[in-house]
C-alpha cells in the first residue's frame, strides 16, 4: 500500500539507480521508490561516445536512458526513472576517482577552476520514453593546501571514491568551494524540479 496522498500510482516508482543520494531525493520529495539498479557497464556503455567527442552532456543523457531501458525490460508495465551525471573541467570528463589517491588528483585538478555537473534522466515505462532532460550547475572550488586536502581525505575516508567530483555537497564538501550555480537535486544528480513536472503529466502525482 502507497501511503503518501501526493502519489497516485498503486506502485512506487522503478529507481535505475544505487544512489542513496537520488533515493532520498525522490523520498523526501514524497514520491515512493523501488530501488533496481542498471546491470550495465557505465565505462563501457560510454567509451564509443568519448572515443567519437560526444559532448558531456549528451554522455550523461545516453547512460541514463540506457539504464532506465535495461531495468524497463525487468519491470513490464512500470515507471522507471535512470539517471546519471557528468562532471566537465571544460572538455575533460571526470569519472568516479577508485582510491584516495585518485580522489587527491581530481582534486588537484578541479582546485581553483570552475566545472560543470550536467545530471540527465529519463523516465521510461516499457521501450517508450516518457520523458527525458538534462541539467546542469555549475561549480567554482576555491584554492586548496596540501593541509586542507589532507585533513579532508582523512575526514571523508572512503566517502571520496563514491561521487565523480570526489566531494558530498552535503556535507563537509562545501568547504571545497567559493561559487555554486545550480539547485541542489542538480548537483546531487537529479534534476527534480524537472521530473516533477513529467510525473504530474504522466498521472501519477498530484497536481
Not at 532520498?24 to 565505462?43: C, F, T, Y
Not at 589532507?150 to 570526489?166: F, K, R
Not at 550555480?181 to 498530484?206: K, N, S
Amino acid at each position: 500500500m502507497i501511503a503518501h496522498p501526493l502519489w497516485r500510482s498503486p506502485a512506487p516508482l522503478v529507481l535505475a539507480s544505487n544512489s542513496a543520494a537520488r533515493r532520498v531525493l525522490l523520498q523526501e520529495a514524497g514520491i515512493p521508490v523501488e530501488v533496481s539498479p542498471a546491470p550495465i557497464d557505465e565505462r563501457a556503455v560510454e567509451a564509443p561516445l568519448r572515443a567519437a567527442g560526444a559532448a558531456p552532456e549528451a554522455v550523461a543523457a545516453h547512460l541514463a536512458a540506457a539504464k532506465a531501458r535495461a531495468v524497463a525490460l525487468r519491470h513490464p508495465g512500470r515507471l522507471v526513472l535512470g539517471a546519471d551525471q557528468v562532471l566537465a573541467l571544460g572538455d575533460e570528463m571526470f569519472t568516479k576517482p577508485e582510491d584516495r589517491a585518485a580522489a587527491r588528483r581530481h582534486l588537484g585538478r578541479l582546485a581553483d577552476r570552475a566545472h560543470a555537473l550536467h545530471a540527465a534522466l529519463c523516465l521510461m515505462r516499457d521501450d517508450t520514453v516518457v520523458f527525458e532532460t538534462v541539467s546542469t550547475a555549475r561549480l567554482t572550488m576555491r584554492p586548496l593546501s596540501d593541509a586542507f586536502l589532507d585533513a579532508y581525505l582523512e575526514a571523508e575516508g572512503d566517502a571520496v571514491c563514491g561521487s565523480v567530483g570526489a566531494y558530498r555537497l552535503e556535507g563537509i564538501g562545501i568547504h571545497l568551494f567559493s561559487r555554486i550555480e545550480g539547485d541542489q537535486p542538480t548537483i546531487l544528480g537529479l534534476p527534480l524540479l524537472a521530473l516533477l513536472p513529467a510525473l504530474r503529466q504522466a498521472g501519477v502525482l498530484l497536481g
